[in-house]
């Protein structure tokens, strides 16, 4: 199923997303039943797998009585709204990504083993949202699109052999980041941080749509130029290892946001170097998980 969360008289619902792209509207249709279904994404994805089998199954009985409408007529909004925790995010995970950054900022270790940092829950914004710039906090925007991966099961010590059972569905995340920031004195969480900054979205595919998460390709477009052009098969460490290797170390739960890396082609790298300006329309796709499409809007003083 794609899933989605729009608005609804100033309010966000969960819809799901039919295959002629009519939206049914799963926050209505549990206000109407007896049961006690979630009413938010959050809620869902709360349920874990068991979640994605109950909404396949009310939608099948009583969907058709609750189309909000087709979903390009709709306002989409970042499918989970406010994460419950920060993004989990992989560093260097692509190989040409790292030789594209040494050009840049010198000799980088390939590393033998993911390399994590976070996102401040505060950064997500919607996949058709504007993204603010100001040049007192930055003038060095970069893209840079990412599989994003949604848990839906609890677990420690998961195997490799296991690990997408644990996945609730999969998402399109671009990690915009504050170069400039980042990159001085080592602050990445700063610079990946900035407030309303990184698309999510716009929907959430479930697993049992993505057979293979390590054949999908990933673009990125800036004023309707390719940046971006990869697929995830080309990834370091897998999605399987990540989830295992993160559960080594802390539980994972249903609602964490596991943000992959990003391939070659970031505007840090390019020569000269390039940034998101004011007026710059960046958009970021992945395979089967929709188009994220956002402007760039000054908000300096």
Not at 71 to 77: F, I, Q, R
Not at 86 to 108: K, L, P, Q
Not at 235 to 254: C, F, N, Q
């Amino acid at each position: 199923m794609r899933l989605c969360s729009f608005l609804s008289e100033g309010l966000p619902h969960v819809g799901v997303v039919d295959v002629d792209d009519s939206v049914i509207d799963v926050t209505r249709l549990a206000e109407l039943r007896s049961d006690d279904l979630p009413r938010t994404m959050a809620g869902w994805v709360e349920l874990g797998i068991d979640g994605i089998d109950m909404l396949g199954q009310i939608c099948a009985q009583d969907g058709a009585d609750h189309v909000a409408g087709d979903v390009g007529a709709l306002t989409l909004v970042a499918p989970m709204g406010r994460l419950p925790r920060n993004v989990i995010c992989v560093g260097v995970n692509y190989r040409e990504h790292i030789e594209e950054s040494e050009r840049a900022v010198g000799e980088i270790d390939v590393p033998d083993a993911p390399v994590y940092f976070t996102k401040d829950v505060r950064s997500i914004c919607g996949p058709f949202d504007a993204i603010a710039s100001d040049d007192q906090v930055s003038t060095q925007l970069d893209w840079e699109v990412e599989l994003a991966v949604i848990i839906g099961r609890r677990g420690r010590n998961i195997s490799p052999a296991n690990a997408l059972e644990h996945v609730f569905g999969y998402a399109v995340l671009n990690d915009v980041s504050a170069r400039d920031v980042q990159l001085s004195r080592n602050q990445w969480w700063k610079g990946k941080s900035i407030e309303g900054s990184s698309p999510f979205g716009p929907f959430i595919v479930t697993r049992d749509e993505i057979p293979d998460p390590q054949d999908l390709e990933l673009r990125c477009c800036v004023d309707g130029v390719e940046k971006q052009r990869s697929r995830t098969n080309l990834m370091i460490h897998d999605v399987a290892t990540l989830i295992s290797d993160l559960s080594g170390t802390l539980t994972l739960e249903p609602g964490d946001v596991i943000s992959t890396g990003t391939p070659a082609g970031v505007g840090l790298a390019r020569a000269p170097q390039e940034w998101l300006r004011p007026g710059s329309v960046l958009q970021s796709e992945i395979t089967g998980l929709g188009r994220q499409h956002n402007r760039v809007i000054d908000i300096g003083a």
